[in-house]
T-cell receptor, first 110, second 114 residues
Framework: GQQLNQSPQSMFIQEGEDVSMNCTSS?????WLWYKQDPGEGPVLLIA?????ELTSNGRLTAQFGITRKDSFLNISASIPSDVGIYFC??????????FGKGTRLSVIA | EPEVTQTPSHQVTQMGQEVILRCVPI?????FYWYRQILGQKVEFLVS????????KSEIFDDQFSVERPDGSNFTLKIRSTKLEDSAMYFC????????????FGNGTRLTVT
């Protein structure tokens, strides 16, 4: 099945720093999604990307859909303590269900 | 904002017992999903459901699993004869009509099989 490689696996950063994480795939996706999961809760949608090359922002978050349609990145600027959590990329192919990356665990040190 | 709701939040069951996990998707959504997340691992697809039938299922979704939409609002996942390795968070998700429309997830049911 389709696989997503998400990196880094975990990050420890100081409050105020910028964060970058990315996902790559050997398959082409039509939609890239970024979710955040807090402990004990379900994934919450952060950003949805629908077109190759698309760059979308949501507050301090910015994500891009790679032009090859095989990758995406998420940036978080000026991190704050509540950014702590696990960030998952997810991709949708033509007729395939949503596939998740393994997640990036973000820790923010105040 | 409308949300996907799941009950119970935590279910403990003995190995070999049957469990039913319940979900109420967002009301105008048409596509429904179950995903599973074993502790510390990624979220894995189990099954998708549309127009009152399964549209796709993964190899995890074997004969011990079944889904049902018994009425206009509920969407259930039944696990027959649970095994220890079924212990996980089970997430229900739904999405509206529209190619590539994003999934909205519930907060999950933590299933513990002892």
């Amino acid at each position: 099945g389709q696989q997503l490689n998400q990196s880094p696996q975990s990050m420890f950063i100081q409050e105020g720093e910028d964060v970058s994480m990315n996902c790559t795939s050997s398959s082409i996706f039509n939609t890239w999604l970024w979710y955040k999961q807090d402990p004990g809760e379900g994934p919450v949608l952060l950003i949805a990307l629908y077109k190759a090359g698309e760059l979308t922002s949501n507050g301090r978050l910015t994500a891009q859909f790679g032009i090859t349609r095989k990758d995406s990145f998420l940036n978080i600027s000026a991190s704050i303590p509540s950014d702590v959590g696990i960030y998952f990329c997810a991709g949708l192919g033509g007729n395939t269900p949503l596939v998740f990356g393994k997640g990036t665990r973000l820790s923010v040190i105040a | 904002e409308p949300e996907v709701t799941q009950t119970p939040s935590h279910q403990v069951t003995q190995m070999g017992q049957e469990v039913i996990l319940r979900c109420v998707p967002i009301s105008n959504h048409l596509y429904f999903y179950w995903y599973r997340q074993i502790l510390g691992q990624k979220v894995e697809f189990l099954v998708s459901f549309y127009n009152n039938e399964i549209s796709e299922k993964s190899e995890i979704f074997d004969d011990q699993f079944s889904v049902e939409r018994p009425d206009g609002s509920n969407f259930t996942l039944k696990i027959r004869s649970t095994k220890l390795e079924d212990s996980a968070m089970y997430f229900c998700a739904s999405r509206p009509q529209g190619l590539g429309s994003p999934l909205h997830f519930g907060n999950g049911t933590r299933l513990t099989v002892t």
